[in-house]
């Protein structure tokens, strides 16, 4: 005698999560103090890497201007961190 048993596959369970249904799931928002100390280590830091690219800074040409790029982007990193 056979029995047939039914198995149901993992993608039609209505209670399995998918990595895609993970990305649709609302992002907790961040208190104003996160977003403060955040945007303003940042900040900071981009500051610092501008202030060290500056003339009487030591160093070669190419490291400053390295040193200046990095500085723009923590910079835009703190922007971005700020409204998001």
Known sequence: ???SLHQAS???DSNSTSPAGLSQLPRPAD???CR????????ATGLYAINQA??????SVTGKRIMAGVGVLFLLGSVARWRA
Do not use: Y
């Not at 403060?36 to 900040?43: C, F, N, P, R, S």
């Open 31 to 33: 208190c104003l103090s």
């Open 36 to 43: 403060v100390i955040g945007a303003g280590a940042l900040g």
């Open 1 to 3: 005698m056979t029995t």
């Open 54 to 59: 500056r003339a009487h800074q030591p160093g």
């Open 10 to 12: 993992p993608a039609s």
